[in-house]
């Protein structure tokens, strides 16, 4: 529903996320929502005194229409 409302009503453009790697389930939510993986940045955030890698999914606007149509 987030994801439809940022481009339905919002007209977003592209829609992103990110997670811990260490963090799956977090990860399974996101391509659950049809957010795609689309790397691994690492060290970008300090955590506890600690660089951190972030996984980062996205979703483009285009991706969302052919969702759409084939549900």
Same mark, same amino acid.
């Given at each position: 529903?987030?994801?439809? +409302?940022? +481009?339905?009503? /919002?007209? /977003?453009?592209?829609?992103?996320?990110?997670?811990?790697?260490?963090?799956?389930?977090?990860?399974?939510? @996101?391509?659950?929502?049809?957010?795609?993986?689309?790397?691994?940045?690492?060290?970008?955030?300090?955590?506890?005194?600690?660089?951190?890698?972030? =996984? @980062?999914?996205?979703?483009?606007?285009?991706?969302?229409?052919?969702?759409? =149509? =084939?549900?």
């Amino acid at each position: 529903r987030v994801v439809a +409302f940022g +481009f339905e009503q /919002l007209g /977003l453009q592209r829609i992103q996320a990110t997670c811990y790697p260490r963090n799956p389930a977090s990860a399974k939510v @996101m391509q659950h929502a049809g957010l795609r993986y689309e790397g691994l940045l690492r060290g970008y955030v300090r955590k506890d005194g600690v660089q951190e890698d972030i =996984a @980062m999914y996205a979703m483009l606007r285009s991706d969302w229409g052919e969702l759409s =149509a =084939a549900s």
